[in-house]
T-cell receptor
Framework: AQSVSQHNHHVILSEAASLELGCNYSYGGTVNLFWYVQYPGQHLQLLLKYFSGDPLVKGIKGFEAEFIKSKFSFNLRKPSVQWSDTAEYFCAVCPPGRRALTFGSGTRLQVQP | EPEVTQTPSHQVTQMGQEVILRCVPISNHLYFYWYRQILGQKVEFLVSFYNNEISEKSEIFDDQFSVERPDGSNFTLKIRSTKLEDSAMYFC???????????FGPGTRLLVL
């Protein structure tokens, strides 16, 4: 079945560590790709998005993601995490010809001070 | 910054009762969505709405569900006869014309007893 996979369900890091969260999707064709973040007690917020162009996209709060078409991947990265990055991170894909988002299962990131 | 708002934040209801979840999308947006997240599971698409009609729906969105835009600002999701398995967080989202990004509300946590 076509889907979005996030490989890491729970990640624990110390402050200043580097972060990479994996996201793979199984749709063919042109897709729009998103990373959303949900801080504790808050709603889903857009971190960054990719529609076309430069496959390395920069988002808010120092996050970036790289679209690798050949690997059907859109991994999220941050060189140095902070305690305030503790949140749940969702990869989402808008498949070809649709407007609805398909979400991955989410990755819970816990940053320890 | 404009935000999507949702009311109520929490609702507890008895099985078989009707519930209406309310959303106020961002004011100049024309595309509206409902998603839900059962505890511990993925965020799932329910329905999208444009130009006063449903444009897409998932298999979850059966005859027990309906959506409406009763006035120029509200967008509602009605569940006619709630079931235990309808317990979830329900998210509303909206999107503007020419922008593929969906902006999410804070969610309504529905508990069916």
């Amino acid at each position: 079945a076509q889907s979005v996979s996030q490989h890491n369900h729970h990640v624990i890091l110390s402050e200043a560590a580097s972060l990479e969260l994996g996201c793979n999707y199984s749709y063919g064709g042109t897709v729009n790709l998103f990373w959303y973040v949900q801080y504790p007690g808050q709603h889903l917020q857009l971190l960054l998005k990719y529609f076309s162009g430069d496959p390395l996209v920069k988002g808010i709060k120092g996050f970036e993601a790289e679209f690798i078409k050949s690997k059907f991947s859109f991994n999220l990265r941050k060189p140095s995490v902070q305690w305030s990055d503790t949140a749940e991170y969702f990869c989402a894909v808008c498949p070809p010809g649709r407007r609805a988002l398909t979400f991955g299962s989410g990755t819970r990131l816990q940053v320890q001070p | 910054e404009p935000e999507v708002t949702q009311t109520p934040s929490h609702q507890v209801t008895q099985m078989g009762q009707e519930v209406i979840l309310r959303c106020v999308p961002i004011s100049n947006h024309l595309y509206f969505y409902w998603y839900r997240q059962i505890l511990g599971q993925k965020v799932e698409f329910l329905v999208s709405f444009y130009n006063n009609e449903i444009s897409e729906k998932s298999e979850i969105f059966d005859d027990q569900f309906s959506v409406e835009r009763p006035d120029g600002s509200n967008f509602t999701l009605k569940i006619r006869s709630t079931k235990l398995e309808d317990s979830a967080m329900y998210f509303c989202a909206s999107r503007g014309t020419g922008d593929e990004t969906q902006y999410f509300g804070p969610g309504t946590r529905l508990l069916v007893l």
